[in-house]
C-alpha cells in the first residue's frame, strides 16, 4: 500500500520538492529553478520533473506516493486545485491540478504558500495543537495565515489571510499592491532593501556597500544578518526599524484574534531570529493590551525553510480524511 508523499514548495525562484514517508520525515530532497518568466508550461514541466526526479533519485516507485502536494503564491481555489492569480507568476485561472494528475495518476492538492506554510506550522511545528494561531512570515513581501477555532481561515473566496497587506500608516511607503503604509512596506526585505539603497546613494558609509548588487532585486538575508553582526550602524537601524513595524502588525492581531500563539516565520526570521526575536517581544508591548498579551506565545518557526513541505504534507491528509 502506497506510504509516501510527495510534498512541493512552488516559489516564484525556485521549486522545493521532498520526499516525505510514513513517519513523517523528508527522505529525499530535490531543488530546480522556476524560470518563471519562460511561460506557464515550463512551471508545469518544472513541477514534473522535481516529482520525476524525486522518485528517480529515491527509488520509489510512484505506487508507493499517496499523492503529490504543493504550496504556491497566490489566490488558489484549495477546493479545485486552481490558480486563480498569482502576482509573481504568469498564471490565471490556471488547472494545475489536471494537468498533474493527468501526468502522474496520483492525486494532487494546491494552497497558497502562506497558508501552507501555517499548516505546517500547526500541524508539524511550533504551534502544535494550538487552537487559535496567527502565522506571520517576513522574506521579501510579509504573508501571512490564520488558524481559528482549530481550523485555517481562508475566508470564501480564498482570500483571508493578507495580513502583511494590513495598512499600519495610509501616508505611509507604497507597497507592492499599490496601497500605502502596509506591514510589508515597511517589514519585508524588499523596503529593506530600498532603504539601504537610499542609504548608500546618499553616501552613508555602510558595509552593506559590497554585499549588495545595486542593480537587481531584494537583499539576501545571510548578509543582512553578516553586516548586524558586525554592528554595521545601517544594518541595525534597518532592521530595527522593520522589526517595529512588525511588532506594530504583530500587536494589532494579537488584539484582535487574542491567539494562543503568534508564529514568526520566512527567510529573516530564519537568518536574523536571534536578534530580532526579543527585540519584537520588547516592542509588541506598545501595541497590544496588557491582558490579551498575557498568555499569547510569540515564537519563530519550527520548521523553517520546511514549512510549505510539511503544509503540504498536512493539506494532503486534510483532503484524503473528507
Ligand atoms: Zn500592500
Redo the contacts with the bound molecule.
Keep these: 500500500m502506497a506510504s509516501k508523499y510527495i510534498c512541493m514548495d512552488i516559489g516564484g525562484t525556485k521549486v522545493l520538492g521532498a520526499i516525505i514517508d510514513e513517519k513523517n520525515n523528508i527522505i529525499y530532497r530535490v531543488k530546480k529553478k522556476t524560470r518563471a518568466e519562460k511561460g506557464v508550461e515550463i512551471i508545469e514541466e518544472r513541477i514534473i520533473s522535481v516529482a520525476q526526479d524525486l522518485l528517480k533519485e529515491s527509488g520509489i516507485e510512484k505506487s508507493d506516493i499517496v499523492a503529490i502536494g504543493a504550496g504556491a503564491p497566490g489566490v488558489i481555489n484549495e477546493d479545485k486545485g486552481e490558480i486563480i492569480y498569482a502576482p509573481n507568476l504568469p498564471w490565471k485561472n490556471y488547472d494545475i491540478k489536471k494537468a498533474i494528475e493527468n501526468k502522474f495518476g496520483i492525486p494532487f492538492f494546491l494552497g497558497n504558500d502562506a497558508n501552507i506554510g501555517m499548516m505546517g506550522e500547526w500541524k508539524y511545528g511550533a504551534a502544535v495543537k494550538k487552537k487559535n494561531v496567527v502565522g506571520i512570515f517576513v522574506g521579501t513581501g510579509v504573508g501571512g495565515g490564520l488558524v481559528i477555532n482549530n481550523k485555517l481561515f481562508s475566508g470564501p473566496r480564498y482570500l483571508a489571510g493578507e495580513l502583511?497587506?494590513m495598512v499600519l500608516n495610509p501616508e505611509g511607503p507604497y507597497?507592492?499592491?499599490?496601497?500605502r503604509g502596509?506591514l510589508?512596506?515597511y517589514s519585508g526585505k524588499v523596503s529593506m532593501t530600498k532603504e539601504i539603497k537610499n542609504q548608500i546613494q546618499r553616501g552613508r558609509s555602510t558595509i552593506l556597500k559590497d554585499l549588495i548588487d545595486m542593480e537587481e532585486g531584494v537583499i539576501r538575508s545571510k548578509p543582512l544578518k553578516m553586516a548586524v553582526d558586525q554592528k554595521d550602524s545601517l544594518a541595525i537601524e534597518v532592521v530595527d526599524k522593520a522589526v517595529y513595524y512588525l511588532a506594530a502588525g504583530a500587536g494589532s492581531l494579537i488584539n484582535i484574534f487574542n491567539p494562543d500563539m503568534v508564529v514568526i516565520g520566512g527567510g529573516v526570521i530564519e537568518s536574523l531570529g536571534d536578534y530580532i526575536m526579543p527585540q519584537l517581544k520588547r516592542y509588541i508591548k506598545r501595541f497590544t493590551l496588557p491582558d490579551i498579551l498575557e498568555g499569547t506565545e510569540i515564537v519563530p518557526s519550527v520548521l523553517k525553510d520546511d514549512a510549505i513541505l510539511f503544509g503540504s504534507l498536512a493539506l494532503i491528509k486534510e483532503k484524503q480524511l473528507k
Excluded at 507597497?175 to 496601497?179: D, I, P, R
Design positions: 502583511g497587506h507597497c507592492n499592491c499599490g496601497q502596509c510589508e512596506a
